[in-house]
């Protein structure tokens, strides 16, 4: 049995009981002038993310409590999560949504899944009517299409050009016809054939789940642009749910994200696969975890929880998933040479060759790794 914890320990934890609810009722109050911010940028056309001002501010902060001890960075980890927290509370409040806002009707085929529920929300949460069409409505794609001013194709990456074959021809000429895949040349291209209106690939970076838009990332690909406003229209509906905007022609999109997504999840598949194989021990293993282990083992177990359909689709539509596969295996190879022949010069010669490729980048990791790891061994 512990020992019964003492007297003054819990005087102690009383009063810090207290300042935590007098902390949180300040969050509050500050939440509320927060309110009123939002207001006065969505009157005056304000955007959400000033990064000047938050620049000084964290600059400032920091400084706050040196003299009484508390380490600078503490301060700076809290005060950029209460800044997250701000801008997240002035997009749910509409504050990037312009105070005269043409409503548009939207059909999202592919409604009732995961993203199409996300992307429904923040159209209806700036005032536009939302079709929707799925599998198990009565509305179907091609009526959702002749009936909207942008349809928007949020389906299984393996049968989106299918999709686009069938809603495309009952767009109207002055409507938008999008898609949200993770795979854009042969997305776009099919909604260019298929369509005569203006047509826009896009691909949110990030998965439906999320517990806010604020700080995430688009990309956005321009097809046929038969009316320049309606590129303008996306972005900034983007805009006003946080998002963050990268615009970029299809094929450069499909080249990183054979990077960005392929190789990320090419590489953790293996070593899921190479765990299994030796038949690990997960709970053994974890009792002598580093940080950095654990966090390779979350995303791991992350990514085998979820579904084996989306990611064999991000990895086998993408043109370029043969080269990078290709090119990873060859590294891996080499790699294992060196190890097994205990060929230290060379290893050595590799480790800085890949060293200068990451250049001025691998200090940044440090930092910004560091602070991840902070975070992570703060929650186990």
């Known amino acids: 049995m512990p020992d019964p914890v003492p007297q003054d ?40 993310r000033d990064p000047d001002r938050e620049g000084r501010m964290l600059a400032e902060r920091r400084t706050l409590g040196t003299a009484d001890g508390i380490r600078p960075e503490v301060v700076e980890s809290l005060f950029r999560v209460i800044l997250w927290a701000s801008r997240d509370r002035q997009a749910s409040l509409r504050a990037a949504v312009p105070v005269q806002v043409e409503p548009r009707t939207i059909a999202i085929v592919g409604g009732l899944g995961g993203m199409g529920t996300c992307l429904s929300k923040m159209f209806q949460e700036q005032g536009h009517e939302v079709l929707i069409s799925d599998l198990d409505t009565t509305l179907r794609p091609n009526e959702a299409a002749a009936r909207a001013d942008v349809t928007v194709i949020s389906v299984n990456i393996r049968a989106t050009r299918e999709v686009i074959e069938l809603v495309g021809p ?148 993408n043109p370029n998933a043969d080269s990078v596969t290709e090119a990873f295996t060859k590294a891996a190879d080499e790699l294992r040479d060196l190890i097994t022949t205990g060929d230290q010069e060379g290893f050595r010669r590799t480790f800085g060759e890949v060293r200068s490729f990451f250049g001025d980048f691998s200090e940044k990791a440090l930092v910004e790794s560091s602070y991840l790891i902070d975070r992570l061994v703060e929650r186990t």
């Open 9 to 48: 320990l819990l005087a102690l934890r009383q009063r810090i009981d207290q300042l935590d609810r007098r902390f949180v009722e300040l969050l509050a109050e500050r939440n509320e002038l927060v309110a009123q911010v939002a207001d006065v940028k969505r009157q005056s056309g304000f955007p959400i």
């Open 170 to 317: 009952n767009c109207r000429e002055d409507a938008l016809l999008c898609d949200v895949t993770s795979i854009k040349d042969d997305p776009v291209r099919a909604m260019v054939d298929f369509s005569s209106c203006t047509t826009i690939g896009t691909h949110p970076l990030f998965g439906p789940a999320i517990n806010s838009l604020q700080g995430q990332r688009v990309v956005v690909t321009p097809g046929r642009i038969n009316d320049d406003a309606w590129l303008k229209w996306l972005e900034s509906s983007f805009k006003a749910a946080g998002l963050e905007v990268i615009r970029t022609a299809p094929e450069q999109h499909d080249r990183i994200m054979s990077v960005v997504q392929v190789l990320t999840h090419y590489s953790t598949e293996v070593i899921g696969r190479t765990m299994q194989t030796l038949g690990v021990s997960i709970e053994e293993s974890l009792q002598f975890t580093s940080p950095i282990y654990h966090m390779e083992l979350l995303m791991a177990a992350r990514h085998f929880a979820q579904s084996p359909d989306l990611y064999s689709a991000i990895e086998m539509t």
